[in-house]
Structures are given as structure tokens and as C-alpha cells.
């Protein structure tokens, strides 16, 4: 009665015993016939259309989407999960052939999310999020133990790691710490997209949803070539420094933001300087005021590195009040993984310097944005 589809035993049962029953009997047992063969079809297109099997898909993979998304690069994606391109690539594809639906346009550069893909992706976040949640519930009582992913500002990751990590990885053997170094802008984003677990920042940052935690006020100096007429003066007013040429940092770094308020610097006023330079690295600006070339501004933990003749002859602070920037813990969850979130805080404020512990009493804090 339904040609191609293949009748179940009952069925058959039915159809024989059809032709032997009396007018009557025929009648009620047509109306059952009817009855099963509709419910069998019906079972079958529920089956086809709206039953899928996710049996398969694995929290890997999940995470292997959610990185993809955040790194906007398959390639990128790979260095953030610690695994090759081509496996990484392999398990997206998978996961998109068990959805049974393509969640990343790559005709696109960067690769982007596909509309259906935007709506997976945030209810992959959601099932990794509580994943942490119930992770964290198994964790015993007191034990500080787990993976925690923190993300670092460049012009932290030189001065403060050196003094987080010996002692972190001493006191706290369990916790498998992944540092990844980021820039302000994103690691906000990351933290927001539960991508990162934390973060040390320079702050206030006032962005909503994400918590700080201030560490410590980091006081400015400013570095001298050799011979400087200013290295004549034992401290520095800002407006010294106008008319110098002014080594900076590169574009979408915070502290370039809080050394152009320090200085009162207009960028596009310096252009006719015959050489302009800006670096993501202190070591190379150090260098190049080493070469008897312009002047820039360090952090305390920069100029801590400093040998300490040079730190003598070359360093200058500036006035009152004095020039700081404010370090943080920043987080966007509150209460997941908490106790290791504790135990940084506790690490890096154990191993601060004379020279960041005592706040200065007059001080002015620059803001990062």
C-alpha cells in the first residue's frame, strides 16, 4: 500500500490474515492496519527530520569551535589549543558534519562565524561554561588544582611573569597554568567570551562584567641618554619634557595612552621628526636612548632591571604627584575557579619589590584608556 517502504512483521501478519477473515472482521482489522502503518511512518519521519544524533560530538570539539571564533583563524586557533593546523581542522569539519551544519565561512578573511553558526557558538560557550561549573563542584574543598588560562599585557609580561611563575609553579604544583600574552582590548574580549579565566591589566578599565582587583600602583620615570641636560635635575616636571624627542610604544598599547597624558604629547605635532619610531618592547626603546637617541618613560619594574649604575645616572622620577599606573587581577566570573584566581593575586603581590610595595603618597594615576 506505500511503495519503497518496507512493512514490519505486524504488518505482514495483518495482510495475511486478512484474506481468511469473514466481511466484518476484515472491516476492524483494515481500520488497525491503517492504525500501524501510520504510526510506523510517522516514527520513521520524526527519525529523519528531527532526531539527531550528538552522541558523537565531543567537548573537544566544542572547544575547538569556540577558539576558532575567538581567534578568527584556523591557524591561530591551533597555537591557542596546542595542537597541529590539520587536527584542528579535521575536528571542526567533523563537528560541523554531526551538526549537519556549516558554522564558518571560510571564503571569508578572517574566518567568520555563518548566521546559523553564531547561534551554535554561543550555546557552545554555554555548555563548556558549565562544564567549568561542574568541574569546579568536584574539585575537594582547600585543593587549589586545574587548568587556568590567564592572559598577561606586553608591558606586564616581562617585569611581573619573572615574579608570578617560579613562585606559582612551587606553591602550586596541581594547577596547570596557561599564560597567554594579549593586548588590552582583546584580553577584555576574551575574558568575556570565557575564552580567558583572568587577567593582569593596567586599570581602571570600567567595563561591564568584568571585576578588578588592584595589585599595585607602579610609579613612572623617565630614562635619560647619556650626558642629558636633564640628568642635571634630581626629579622632573612633566612639562620638561616637551620639545624632546619621545620614544612610545606602539598603537594599542595602554601604557602609550598613559605616557601621551603624562607628557601632554600630541603625536601628529612631533611629525617632523626626521626618524619616528614606536616599539612594543622597553628592551628596544631602553636601547635606543642608549644610543644617545631621545628619551622615554618606564615602569619601576622596568627600571628595576636596570643596572644600578645606569639607574643612578640616567633615571629620573618626575614630581609630585607622582606619575603611577594601577596593576590589577581582572575576571569575569566571579565565583569559577576562584581559589586559583586567589592564589595569583597571592603570589604576585608576595613577590613585589621595595619599589612597587609603598604606594606613593601623592600620586596621580594615569588611566590606561
Sequence with gaps: MFPGVA???????????????TVQSRQLLEMRLKCTESRWI????FQSAHHMDLSALTLTQLRYLVAVESQRSF???????????PALSMQVQKAEDLLGQVVFDRSQQPVVPTERGKALLRQAQVVLRELDRFRDLLTPDGQVAGRYRLGVIPTLATTLLPLLLPRFCQHFPDVELVVEETQTDTLVERLLDDSLDGGLAATPLSVAGIFEEPLYDEPLFAYLPPRHALAKKQTLRQSDLVGEHLWLMAEGHCFRTQVMQLCRVDRQATGSDAVRFESGSFETLVQLVDRGFGI???PALSVDQLPHKRQRSRVRAFSAPTPVRQVSFVYAREHLRRRIGE??????QEGLPESVRRSPRKRALLPPK
Design 343 to 348: 592564589a595569583i593575586v597571592d603570589c604576585v
Design 75 to 85: 591557524r591561530g586557533a591551533a597555537e591557542q589549543c596546542h595542537v597541529s593546523q
Design 7 to 21: 512493512m514490519s512483521a505486524t504488518v505482514e501478519y495483518y495482510c495475511s490474515f486478512l484474506r481468511a477473515a
Design 296 to 298: 622615554t618613560v618606564l
Design 42 to 45: 510517522s516514527n520513521r519521519f
